[in-house]
């Protein structure tokens, strides 16, 4: 009983991290601009995967959170969520 107590309670941890690092991405996104708004849904997609595939290309020599990929990520989360 007491393990699943322990089991349920990490899970729901685990969920409101990732809930609040959405969150986070979105706000920064928004802070820095909305530099993808012209960009369709097709476009965007396109787009964040290019930066993907660059970023795994290089990424011993780029970190992560330059903003280029997450940019994209959080536009596309804020327009699926209307």
């Not at 959080?74 to 327009?79: E, K, S, T, Y």
Request: net charge positive; no cysteine.
């Amino acid at each position: 009983m007491a393990d699943t107590e322990r089991e349920n309670r990490a899970q729901a941890d685990i969920h409101a991290f990732l809930q609040r690092r959405r969150l986070e991405l979105k706000r920064e996104y928004l802070t820095r601009g909305r530099r993808f708004a012209n960009l369709n849904h097709e476009q965007l997609t396109e787009n964040w995967i290019a930066a993907v595939r660059t970023w795994l290309a290089r990424k011993d020599r780029v970190t992560a959170g330059d903003g280029r990929f997450n940019s994209r990520a959080a536009i596309a989360r804020i327009r699926t969520a209307i």
